[in-house]
């Protein structure tokens, strides 16, 4: 059975960070793409970063390029982003999810990655 979950959600000042893991488990964790993406309420699911967990190429939505970096640890069947200069505007639960049918990041249509985590809320007050 896939399993992703998230955590290091919270709450945290404007400018601050944040670090959100994925960890994985029932699958070849290094055979897909691995995507983070988030909520807003009232908001549609936009993808913010992916990476393939077979090359480590990397992939970023403009909004967070230069303040999230995403990262894997293999070993460890986890996935990370690393949010700094957080805005009241990357408030949202954020999820990360599997894309089975892709070794590589190939965009963010949520269809395209089968299986998602639960979510963790991330919130950043002005």
């Known amino acids: 059975e896939v399993q992703l979950v998230e955590s290091g959600g919270g709450l945290v000042q404007a400018g601050g960070s944040l670090r959100l893991s994925c960890a994985a488990s029932?699958?070849?964790?290094?055979?897909?793409?691995i995507g983070w993406f988030r909520q807003a309420p009232g908001k549609e699911r936009e993808g913010v970063s992916c990476?393939?967990?077979?090359?480590?190429?990397?992939d970023y939505a403009d909004s967070v390029k230069g303040r999230f970096t995403i990262s894997r640890d293999n070993a460890k069947n986890t996935v990370y982003l690393q949010m700094n200069s957080l805005k009241p505007e990357d408030t949202a639960i954020y999820y990360c999810?599997?894309?089975?049918?892709?070794?590589?990041?190939?965009?963010?249509?949520?269809?395209?990655?089968?299986?998602w985590g639960q979510g963790t809320q991330v919130t950043v007050s002005s």
């Open positions: 990476i393939s967990t077979s090359d480590g190429s990397t």
């Open positions: 029932g699958f070849t964790f290094d055979d897909y793409a």
């Open positions: 999810a599997v894309n089975s049918a892709s070794y590589y990041c190939s965009g963010y249509v949520p269809s395209e990655y089968e299986y």
